[in-house]
């Protein structure tokens, strides 16, 4: 049998990889990540101009969605 699932982990090799995150929905510049859940392969990227957060899930696909953005009042 063919390994058909690739591994996880291990994926962890040299320097965090650059990603290309996307753009704000709302005025157009770069996100930064601001959170990261992989138990529920979520993510949280924010803008770095307005600070609108955008809420991503991953689909089965392995790709990742924008469920909505949402302009949040908490600073960290
Ligand atoms: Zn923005």
């Known amino acids: 049998m063919t390994e058909m ?8 090799l040299g320097p965090r990889p650059k990603v290309h ?14 959170e990261m859940d992989v138990k529920k392969s979520m993510k949280v990227m924010r ?3 307005c600070g609108v957060l955008h809420f ?3 689909d089965i696909m ?15």
Do not use: D, M
């Open 5 to 12: 699932e690739e591994p996880v982990q291990g994926t962890l």
């Open 21 to 34: 995150a996307g753009k704000c929905q709302n005025c157009g510049y770069a996100l930064e990540l601001y």
């Open 47 to 49: 803008c770095e101009r």
């Open 56 to 58: 991503y899930k991953k």
């Open 62 to 76: 392995g790709k990742w969605r924008l469920q909505r953005a949402a302009k949040s009042e908490l600073v960290r």
